[in-house]
């Protein structure tokens, strides 16, 4: 079983960056997962913002245009975390981001990752908040 725990959340003033932690642990191996940081604000969809896979060693990004250029996703294999650093920060960033893992077939691109808003494993989620 497949378990998320973000952490790394917390408030930052515009311009300002902060690095998001996901702690992974329960995958199975031989198996393709697409990993992912999603958030979401209040009365709004789910949206996601980066997402990798790692498919026998060959590694596919993705951004949502909002974030390209500011935002990296990377996994620490060392530490079983995926992160997401977070850099030049602006309001429109303010909401609850979560961690999530699915399962995807070979060849699966990150970009489509990005539209899996509401299957697989997730965090519990942890609050950004951005004050200009």
């Known amino acids: 079983q497949v378990q998320l725990v973000e952490s790394g959340g917390g408030s930052v003033q515009a311009g300002g960056s902060l690095k998001l932690s996901c702690a992974a642990s329960g995958f199975t191996d031989g198996i393709i997962y697409c990993l992912g940081w999603f958030r979401q604000v209040p009365g709004k969809l789910r949206e996601g913002v980066a997402a990798m896979i790692d498919s026998d060693g060959s590694l596919d990004y993705a951004y949502a245009d909002s974030v390209k250029g500011r935002f990296s996703i990377s996994r620490d294999n060392a530490k079983n975390t995926l992160d997401l650093q977070m850099n030049s920060l602006n309001s429109e960033d303010t909401a609850m981001y979560y961690c999530?893992?699915?399962?995807?077939?070979?060849?699966?691109?990150?970009?489509?990752?990005?539209?899996?808003?509401?299957?697989?494993?997730w965090g519990q989620g942890t609050q950004v908040t951005v004050s200009s």
């Open positions: 999530a893992a699915n399962l995807v077939p070979p060849g699966y691109s990150a970009r489509s990752c990005l539209l899996l808003t509401a299957t697989g494993y």
